[in-house]
């Protein structure tokens, strides 16, 4: 599965499916919690950040090399 946005005004991503013959890896993708941090502060919550699709779009990801799902087939190496 993943996540997108149809329209750029969209106020939430939607969800399609992806068939599984397509995929050729998967990332481990998380939230920039720097960025986060930056935004709405060291103690920010959900009940206390604004649930809003600007803050939604704003929203920053990136892969965590921690947590490599490559395959031995793609990585001969590991």
């Known amino acids: ?3 997108r946005f149809d329209n750029p005004a969209d106020d ?3 969800l399609h499916c992806v068939p599984l013959c397509q995929v050729l890896r998967i ?3 998380v939230p ?3 960025d986060l941090c930056d935004r709405h502060g060291l103690r920010a919550v959900p009940s206390n950040t604004p649930d809003i699709a ?3 779009h ?3 990801f990136f892969t965590n090399s921690f947590f490599p799902f ?5 990585n001969p190496s590991s």
Request: glycine letters at 0%; aromatic letters at 14%.
């Open 1 to 3: 599965m993943a996540w």
């Open 27 to 29: 990332q481990h993708v």
């Open 54 to 56: 600007a803050k939604r």
């Open 70 to 74: 490559t395959s031995r087939v793609l």
């Open 32 to 34: 920039d919690f720097e």
């Open 58 to 60: 704003a929203q920053r």
């Open 12 to 14: 939430w991503p939607s």
